[in-house]
């Protein structure tokens, strides 16, 4: 008679699984990021609205801290976290308080929609970061 014993490794490949996935959404925020700001529909005038992009994963705070304007004297921060559970999503955006105008327009200004290009636009990219980061789990 043979003896064998099985070791459980579910709670280790669990753990390893979702490591691997909030690696992915940070990878995925980043050139999120790259993306938004390389937009060539992206209006700069001083910079701050561009330099104010960021992504920010769920139940975290901002990748970028603090940002400043690349000409005069504009700067702001980020404080806080981002909604919803670490390892749920990624968040793409600005507080700068214009921004809004810039993404969406207004009557008197075309809307430029970088950030929702970037999150959208690029989904074969995204896929490829995500599954790079899990095969490494």
Do not use: C, Q, W
């Amino acid at each position: 008679v043979m003896n064998y014993t099985y070791k459980d490794n579910t709670k280790e490949v669990l753990s390893a699984l979702k490591k691997a996935k909030i690696r992915g959404l940070k990878a995925i925020g980043i050139e999120a990021e790259g993306f938004a700001k390389e937009d060539p529909n992206m209006p700069v005038d001083t910079g701050l609205a561009r330099n104010s992009i960021t992504s920010a994963l769920a139940g975290e705070g901002a990748r970028v801290k603090s940002y400043k304007a690349d000409k005069g004297d504009g700067k702001g921060s980020y404080s806080g976290t981002a909604e919803g559970e670490k390892g749920e999503a990624v968040f793409l955006g600005s507080n700068v308080e214009y921004f809004v105008f810039i993404e969406n327009g207004s009557r008197t200004i075309n809307a430029r929609h970088v950030l929702r290009n970037a999150a959208s636009g690029h989904a074969d990219r995204y896929k490829e970061l995500m599954e790079d980061s899990m095969k490494n789990a």
